[in-house]
């Protein structure tokens, strides 16, 4: 049985944190050993990790504030030691399928080899605070990698990968990271790793009034994803810079890696303002497709205004 190690942060998450450990534990047909970092909860978060702790359950600790993203990488540099075969990151108030880990695992132990770094990651389900199903959240199948890599559509919460890919990742400690997800998805496939793309929904997405991230359905809600888009549009060669960064940098066996594929996106995505070739290859549909007509045209706009 293949042991999985899921990375959780907390931060004043007690009242639905009950119930998004009791999913885990109860994980199908994997071993599960959760991993916590608390950023400084003033509610009775503490309270709920020591009771799990108490029956053995879990491992918490406190770490210093920071943002969500480095947060999350700070769990990964704890983790880089663990005897396990995946990781998993997880949020403190959704409820997953009792079957999610083991259907991740299961594809990534079928489909990609063990030595080379790999990520999975599926759709959602969108639920209130009641859990009352409100919409699947499904992702786009048609969507190409290179695509997903200018801009990601993986939720941190569903995402599984192996050892490979987190030495990978802590490899290179970015200045500036968008999401740790992103981060995550951009270094897996600039290194040439496998990326499975599950558009089904495996867990329990919880939409409450402290955490809206534009899931849903509706135009209000495409709008909204929409303007999430765009400000990912405004960093992207921030991220791209960054990314450049250890391609060049000598230090980091990454840099000697890096796919040729994804070496010469990166140059496009930072140097197009500048070249008109490199304009064209980002706006081919061929090459650069989100098979959305709404974040094609938004796609399209920002680069003719070089706001990409």
């Not at 490979?164 to 970015?174: H, M, N, R, S």
């Amino acid at each position: 049985m293949k042991k999985v190690l899921i990375l959780m942060a907390t931060y004043n998450g007690a009242k639905y944190l009950d119930e998004q450990i009791q999913s885990l534990i109860e994980q199908k047909n994997v071993q599960v050993d959760i991993l916590v970092r608390d950023d400084g909860s003033t509610d009775n978060t503490i309270e709920v990790l020591n009771k799990w702790k108490e029956q053995n359950k879990l491992e918490w600790y406190k770490g210093k504030h920071l943002n969500v993203q480095f947060g999350f990488y700070d769990l990964m540099e704890r983790a880089r030691t663990r005897d396990v075969d995946y990781l998993a990151f997880c949020d403190q108030d959704d409820v997953w399928d009792l079957d999610k880990l083991c259907i991740a695992v299961e594809k990534l132990e079928k489909l990609c080899n063990k030595s080379m770094p790999a990520l999975y990651y599926c759709g959602q389900r969108l639920v209130d605070e009641n859990m009352k199903f409100i919409a699947d959240h499904k992702l786009n199948k048609y969507r190409n990698l290179r695509t997903r890599f200018v801009l990601s559509d993986i939720a941190g919460c569903t995402a599984v990968f192996n050892k490979a890919l987190l030495y990978k990742v802590l490899e290179y400690k970015p200045t500036y990271m968008l999401m740790h997800d992103t981060w995550v998805l951009k270094v897996c496939l600039a290194v040439g790793g496998n990326v499975i793309v599950d558009p089904e929904p495996h867990m329990n997405y919880r939409q409450h009034g402290n955490n809206t991230v534009g899931l849903g359905k509706g135009i209000k809600s495409n709008l909204k994803q929409v303007r999430q888009y765009i400000e990912e549009y405004k960093v992207i060669s921030i991220v791209g810079s960054n990314i450049d960064e250890f391609v060049d940098n000598k230090e980091h066996i990454i840099g000697k890696r890096i796919v040729p594929e994804y070496k010469k996106l990166v140059y496009y995505i930072c140097n197009y303002k500048k070249n008109i070739k490199y304009r064209k290859k980002l706006l081919n549909k061929h090459y650069i497709n989100f098979c959305n007509k709404g974040l094609n045209l938004t796609y399209f706009i920002k680069i003719m205004l070089n706001k990409l």
